[in-house]
């Protein structure tokens, strides 16, 4: 399924990430666990859903094992977007104790993030079933991590947005004001980013209101933002444009307000808090002795 | 005030990873302000609350901003750790409007999070006020925001525990279940652990019950983790103990039952959701035109 | 003019690539300029063109003199873009010799390559003017030089194409060979990549004859990559198109095939060689003693 | 054969030059191929020859497609430095298609480079078959390619020049002119640098004149350099050293020219076009379905 | 034991400090090797002792001679920590000598400093045999090589100190010089350092008389170090504190005065010189032919 | 003085080097001066010798202080080079005590590291004035700080050798042992070196005999390393060469003989320990209170 393929994870992005957070966490100075732990301990330990939620990040968590110590073999037990129950193992470790102790937090630290950003997503993606809308992520990430949690985005069944300021263009409300001052119109705006960013990328502006879409409609724009507009003046938005134009619905988005929000016709939903504000999903390693 | 200083924020690590957060977001090549913002487009903009809560991160905002351009001028309103009405103006930015555009969504991003870190601590700091007991942060850290969010528990008046796996021994569960399994006591996993790691370091202990707790207790241990267990036996420990080692609690914390928590007499709560879990602060940036 | 803005260049990486130049070529450790100049000679040098040609890189150049000693004061004589002629002087340095001397390599190798792109940039330009026609660039570059090379093309008055492969949706006949080997259609390449790219990029596809213009057009496509197209098969495409996408132009483009072409009434002309084999410009650094 | 082995690649700075690159071109997020071609679709490609000319770069393109992906097979089919004609094929590729296409360009815009300069180089070479003469490349290389742009040289048949300013002493008209300025006299100059510089560095010093070369030969030059000096002038130096000094010409080298410069009986001759202004050669990459 | 494992060498350090060795050394670019040594002369080659001493840094010099060409196969023949005397053959080399020579230098640098390292402390240790003390090692490294040195210090049979200025409290004379000057007591100093580091890092605190060290052992230090006091005064404090906290000597520590010091009772001896003033010990490498 | 400026210290590799040291030292989270000395109690500090000896490394001390806190003012009371007696103020620091107590002791490990090795190269130095020798360093440096200790070999008088295997030929006993093998005489070997290396740099070959001394010389050796020769046959070969090649010593170079060296009439004599085993200089930083 060429979907899966749009934000899979760079292995090199992703092992310099787990490592500056494994140097972070002085995994490779475990003074606990180098005094009480001997080389040669070995035995299995399970990594255990304590919640209900959506596993995002296994190759990341994987990934932590493996750069501190080569002999850790990790057998994942569910597959990445699995929908997880309270006691469901979720991978498998065999080796040696010392590493698999000292690993431990930095990769639970990943996969609970991931997992919670996942959680977050499918619970929207299943609230808005059966509309042609879809979940879009925002630029709302964590710094430093907005590759994984893209990722995440996508295992949970969202769609993932530009991934940054280079890459799209996206017209905001602070952008308009600025040109306003200068007195262009919406229709200039438009028309001066038309000619003067690569021909590459579409042109998405943000509005408030039905004369403001109109208006970005018939300069041109190929995606319009609706920002914090209430249902029906979106459904007029809607109707207006008939597909001539996207449409992206923003701003106070919930899981109660998101079907509503869907099922105006918009094609777009993005919401920054399945980023900024998911709270982790419980998760916790546990040794098989 | 001596204490605050404890979590200063080094300045060349905030540089470091703002300027990070900076290249992630293409914030240097922001298409869209490019194109529509000319670069002697001066005016003010202000950060402004759009929720309630503990303020924290000015000086990781304001770099943002000046390694974008260091033409624009950076005026804190609020100092760090005030607490905000919804609609309080935090900062003042003056300047070319183009940088200030490119660089609001990294500003925001760690401004938003580190105040969501700080109104959380600061609210359970409140629940106990009056009792000896102190919220400390854990372990369960943004993997690369370490440092920042310490410094934002201790904005929200928390106190910082251990910082990694190699400056601080703390015994846990999994240590003690991999030693039992090779016919040690806990007494001889403290001795162990006292004879082999560096003498400036205080030796930590996870325990569950009283029995253990007593156990460690005679072992010699300098501080004792009381992990989920109920407040009544916690209260029996912390009589038990007299002073003779530190206590802290963990495990099942919410504003709820932390009060309960603090007066069984514990020294110490800690609390990993502060920081792996808190939602964002609510803020945004506004143009003055 | 905002359009000057596009492709803008970001201090901290001229800053990055220069420093990494400067290691490369040792000019720190420059032991003839430190056997033979002492660090109080101070004194006047220009760099002087030595032929005709395009100026561009100024800021680049500088910068190398400013990492090597920031004593040494750079008066650019003449704007970037500007047209030189044999004997203009360009640059005024003024301070000790001995970082002049030291830095003179690394900064004529930049500006000499930029210069040279610019150059040969303008005569495509020029020998296009008065058509609708716009010269792009392509991936073409030298690794780790694509932004200052795209900037060199921006001042020569050329358009800058994708920055890369995560930023543009170029569907290119390699592509199109492995999907009709999956009995795909290009029509139903087209709609898959819009289902999957970020709603923010344009659907960019390579053809080469006039019945697959056809269908890309068809299909939605948002622009038509015409590859090595006879100038009247391309004329056709323009006619029947009628503006519904934009028309790129490649292949085989030379100074004598180029405004014929432009002529067809295609958008675009992308030029692999101004970037990939423009000659470098001469240029020379002279003491004045 | 030693000779071989003086510019060999070091494989750990070609994996750093090459992994910049993809980078750069955001090959690891080519959002066209994620979109477009599964990663199970399976074939062989080549890299073809569209040009006659030298192969040089083989494993720098290798390293590309290894760096994106381990699957894939690279087995060269021409060695380096083979002479290539139009249509020969001289790399196979064998695995998933995915990364071979978002690999193309970088692995291209390499071996290109470097086939152009080895193509560059063996034409001078060939030229002064037969005379004593060699021919040496010069720092006038791509910023950040120069090691790998010396080894092309390399295979080209040419021989290098000291890598940097660190590791070789030439004393230039700019630090003559200095010395001048201070009333020093070449002799004087080539006595400083001689005292200063490590014993283990030869004095090589550039003149214009017979009789600055014949007082660079008297105060003991090891290597003498003939800037720009016409060839019967070059002949009487040639005639007088008589093998006390190695001579080098540079200045005005071109295929027409090369030859009678090398007759002239000079052991060297060093050429900055050679990696500054070779046009690439041109390579394509073929699928093969 | 576990002993061991506190001061384990974290591969990926070993690799990171190797690495800029063998650059700074210019080892990929070996000339006079390169010249005279054909790739495919093969053989075999020994590092030797040349002096008595005790081994430490094989696994260092180990990976030096991996990252320059990993056809070379290294087995050691004497475990770290072995007693060596003149003559003794420490690791052998296998493979081809070009790397083996390109690698010898930078090997034997870190072999040579290593073992210097452990050969000073065995020295110490040995010289306190029978008595608890322990020799400790200090923050007087190497800049750069801390890591490693602690490692030897520890292979020598030293036991190691704090880390660094993060991971330990040490309220040393200027501490105490800057406190008093704002009128604080040693006691109060104590508490305040108490009340702000972690709860997990033991208060250590200089002192140079008994009286101060009444007033430490008061004011609840944890740890004693007592500097530069005489013997019969080190004894008078030991019989005092009665094991109630710590002591640790340092100052003046020569292998004469050491057995004295040890007897006083004092639980740790700390010295510098064993990292920054231990001779390296000679080893040389021969090859086998 | 011309001489100087061969080894002076490129300020941005020492910031690098210092910056490095900081972290390793976590002198930007000193747990201790946090908790004690607030912020704003400013005064003066001294560094002061505490033995007899030559100073070295001043800019680097001070680049320490600046890197922490660019407060501190740093004023340079001796000069480089200077001859200190126990009890002299090298250094005065003002300003905040706070990043003085926090540098400190990286600041005095690279002040004492480079004044011991300044120390003991002026005592060599002095040894053999009035001859014609000059004592050079060799590559038995600290791996990571060559560029300081060969400056510091400068302060105290010593030439500087090849700075590494890439700048510099010189052909050891293993080289010449691995070419024998394949039946090559020192003649050929000398030969080979010849036509391979740049011709920029000298031969310098290492030999143990007058024969092989001889041999060397006839092959055309531009220098001649003497090992471990007895003086009266270092003599020998002095009088035979007549000065048409450059002679170096080695081996056995101690206080005590390092004279009876010089006067056989040899140009150098290099010296290993003078970097790998020179002790540190005492010195100490005490504040003004």
Redesign the interface.
């Given at each position: 399924m060429?979907?899966q393929?749009?934000s899979?994870l760079?292995p090199?992005?992703v092992r310099r990430?787990?490592?500056?957070?494994l140097r972070?966490?002085?995994?490779?100075?475990?003074?606990?666990?180098?005094?009480?732990?001997?080389?040669d301990?070995l035995?299995n330990a399970y990594v255990v859903a304590k919640a209900d939620g959506v596993l995002a990040g296994v190759p990341v968590a994987q990934c932590a094992f493996e750069?501190l110590d080569n002999c850790v073999i990790i057998s994942p037990i569910m597959p990445e977007g699995a929908v997880l129950k309270v006691g469901d193992r979720v991978l498998e470790l065999e080796g040696p104790?010392?590493p698999i102790?000292?690993g431990?937090?930095?990769a639970l630290?990943?996969l609970?993030?991931l997992s919670?950003v996942a959680t977050a997503t499918r619970r929207l993606v299943e609230a808005i079933a059966g509309t042609q809308a879809r979940i879009?992520d925002t630029?709302?990430?964590?710094?430093?991590?907005?590759e994984l949690e893209r990722y995440a985005v996508h295992v949970g069944g969202g769609?993932?947005?530009?991934?940054?300021?280079?890459?799209?263009?996206?017209?905001?409300d602070?952008?308009i004001?600025?040109?306003?001052?200068?007195d262009l119109s919406i229709t200039q705006?438009v028309e001066?980013?038309r000619?003067?960013?690569?021909?590459?990328?579409?042109i998405?502006i943000e509005v408030t209101t039905f004369d403001e879409a109109d208006e970005a409609l018939r300069a041109g724009a190929?995606?319009i933002l609706l920002d914090n507009m209430p249902a029906t003046e979106m459904r007029r938005v809607v109707e207006h444009v008939q597909g001539r134009a996207?449409l992206?619905a923003s701003g106070g988005v919930t899981f109660e307000t998101v079907r509503g929000i869907a099922e105006t016709g918009v094609?777009?939903i993005s919401v920054g808090?399945i980023t900024?504000?998911a709270?982790?999903l419980d998760l916790s390693?546990?040794?098989d002795?």
């Open positions: 060429p979907e393929s749009t899979h760079d090199a992005s990430v787990v490592d500056a957070a972070e966490d002085g995994a490779h100075h475990d003074v606990t666990t180098n005094a009480l732990v001997p080389g301990q035995g750069l104790f010392a102790l000292s431990e937090r930095v630290n990943f609970q993030r919670g879009v630029r709302k990430t964590t710094p430093g991590l907005r769609q993932n947005h530009r991934f940054n300021l280079s890459d799209g263009v996206l017209i905001k602070n952008h004001a600025a040109a306003r001052n200068r705006v001066q980013a000619r003067d960013v690569a021909h590459t990328l579409r998405e190929d995606v996207m992206e094609d777009l808090a900024h504000s709270p982790t390693l546990e040794l002795l």
